[in-house]
């Protein structure tokens, strides 16, 4: 069983910047790929970015590209997700995700563990 647990979250006016932590309670962390996910208030959970296990390998949304960095830390079970020139279309609630997989994953379906989730609003 691993735990997720994010922070970070927060109110900044657009065109700023947040950092996301996840912190994760497995000791074989490494064997998870972890992902990114969004909601936002009527929609449905969608990608954001994913970094493979060892964090060579990265992926994102096309939505974020260029503004977003995916992170992790193996020795301290973190995962982190910077996110700069924030717009009001960020708004949502983040989600941080684990899947017992080497590779980056797209699919939400796939990852087996989810935190809380934590609340990013961008005002204009």
């Known amino acids: 069983q691993v735990q997720l647990v994010e922070s970070g979250g927060g109110l900044v006016q657009a065109g700023g910047s947040l950092r996301l932590s996840c912190a994760a309670s497995e000791r074989a962390f490494k064997n998870y790929a972890m992902g990114w996910f969004r909601q936002a208030p009527g929609k449905e959970r969608e990608f954001v970015a994913a970094?493979?296990?060892?964090?060579?390998?990265?992926l994102y949304a096309d939505f974020v590209k260029g503004r977003f960095t995916i992170s992790r830390d193996n020795a301290k079970n973190m995962v982190y997700l910077q996110m700069n020139s924030l717009k009001e279309e960020d708004t949502a609630v983040y989600y941080c995700?684990?899947?017992?997989?080497?590779?980056?994953?797209?699919?939400?379906?796939?990852?087996?563990?989810w935190g809380q989730g934590t609340q990013v609003t961008v005002s204009s």
């Open positions: 995700g684990a899947v017992r997989a080497a590779r980056t994953v797209v699919d939400g379906t796939l990852y087996h563990y």
């Open positions: 970094v493979s296990w060892s964090g060579g390998s990265t």
